[in-house]
């Protein structure tokens, strides 16, 4: 079981163009084979990184002691977990209002936290983000793409990211 685990996991993710449904059925097998949450998100972000075509994914998850969003997984060059007050940043709204977010120049954005960009080095120029529900439709984090690597995110990216978004927490 467990080669078979590493090969779907290490498999390279497709295309929306080759079917979303395909696409679909493919992260949610290899979602259910995840050895843990943290492997299940961390297939989750390499799937939306790939597909979207995002330098960086992460999947930021809420920790309602401390009021604060931090990360599970990270793909690209931020491997370190990160934490923020739940209700600041893009990230915040989009946890907080529950509604998605485009933005195609970070750092005109009001809501944008550029202390995330000061601590990790990382410098972030555009970002999509969308809330991660449970089945029951209580948002408990949120997906979140940075820079994208060939043109802007569109719509098109906004509706395949929470539709894989959807899958994930079914195959949970």
Request: proline share 2%.
């Amino acid at each position: 079981m467990k080669v078979v685990k590493e090969r779907a996991v290490q498999q390279k993710p497709r295309r929306p163009r080759a079917g979303l449904s395909e696409l679909l059925l493919e992260v949610s097998n290899n979602i259910a084979v995840a050895g843990d949450l943290a492997e299940a998100f961390d297939v989750l972000a390499r799937y939306t990184a790939s597909v979207i075509k995002a330098e960086q994914a992460s999947v930021f998850l809420n920790d309602s002691r401390a009021g604060e969003l931090y990360t599970r997984v990270t793909v690209g060059k931020v491997t370190r977990e990160i934490r923020m007050l739940n209700h600041l940043g893009v990230a915040g709204h989009v946890f907080t209002t529950g509604q998605a977010a485009i933005v195609p120049d970070a750092y005109a954005d009001e809501r944008f936290n550029a202390e995330i960009d000061k601590k990790t080095g990382y410098v972030t120029k555009s970002l999509l983000c969308v809330p991660l529900r449970t089945l029951k439709g209580q948002v408990i984090g949120v997906a979140e793409l940075l820079n994208k690597t060939e043109g802007e995110f569109s719509q098109e990216d906004r509706d395949v990211l929470e539709a894989l978004v959807r899958q994930a927490a079914v195959a949970l």
